[in-house]
């Protein structure tokens, strides 16, 4: 099956500053790679997806980018601001699976004021 | 529209005891899934259905058993609970359009504890 790894697990930046969190996978099947946000204590929640053929897509101040040869996705969110403070997951999903998602284990954000 | 509704938001149980997780959703959604989330290892998939009457088994399925009997309900079953079934558990729905995979909407989740 699928493995999707995810780094850093922790990461502070200064408002202002840049965050960039980083998956790999393993299976070249996959073809759709999605973002969520998870404010604590509240449900996950889709910041942005991409598709396997499309190279980078971007929605304001969030960015992410897929480099199908490495197997590797990024999620880049620039001008940070205190309420970018949240877990991030990444997932990836193949066709014909229906809808089933391998989840990287999460990086906690945390945007300094 | 509620988009997908879990209860209950909290509950503990004693070892051993079994118990029901409620979730729904009113977007008329094909797939429906259960995920458990531990700390340190993400959102991990125990069950899944793609239509009524139809499930299959996700990553972590032992220990817990569902059914799929109309398009809005798809309710997860602890037959006998033990401490390491200690968790937050997630449902979610998505449309399923043709073969390409959809935004899935999380509901808010209950955190279970298991004494």
């Known amino acids: 099956g699928e493995n999707v790894e995810q780094h850093p697990s922790t990461l502070s930046v200064q408002e202002g500053d840049s965050a960039v969190i980083k998956c790999t996978y393993s299976?070249?099947?996959?073809?759709?790679f999605p973002w969520y946000k998870q404010e604590l204590g509240k449900r996950p929640q889709l910041i942005i997806d991409?598709?396997?053929?499309?190279g980078e897509k971007k929605d304001q101040r969030i960015a992410v980018t897929l480099n199908k040869t490495a197997k590797h996705f990024s999620l880049h969110i620039t001008e940070t601001q205190p309420e970018d403070s949240a877990v991030y997951f990444c997932?990836?999903?193949?066709?014909?699976?229906?809808?089933?998602?391998?989840f990287g284990t999460g990086t906690s954000l945390t945007v300094i004021p | 529209n509620a988009g997908v509704t879990q209860t209950p938001k909290f509950q503990v149980l004693k070892t051993g005891q079994s118990m029901t997780l409620q979730c729904a959703q009113d977007?008329?959604?094909?797939?429906m899934s259960w995920y458990r989330q531990d700390p340190g290892m993400g959102l991990r998939l125990i069950h899944y259905?793609?239509?009524?009457?139809?499930?299959d088994q996700g990553e972590v399925p032992n220990g817990y058993n569902v059914s799929r009997s109309t398009t809005e309900d798809f309710p997860l079953r602890l037959l006998s609970a033990a401490p390491s079934q200690t968790s937050v558990y997630f449902c979610?729905?998505?449309?399923?359009?043709?073969?390409?995979?959809?935004?899935?909407?999380f509901g808010q989740g209950t955190r279970l504890t298991v004494v």
């Open positions: 977007m008329n959604h094909e797939y």
């Open positions: 991409i598709r396997s053929n499309v």
């Open positions: 979610a729905s998505s449309y399923l359009m043709g073969r390409a995979n959809t935004e899935a909407f």
């Open positions: 997932a990836a999903s193949k066709a014909n699976t229906g809808n089933q998602f391998y």
């Open positions: 299976d070249s099947a996959s073809n759709y």
């Open positions: 259905s793609v239509g009524a009457g139809i499930t």
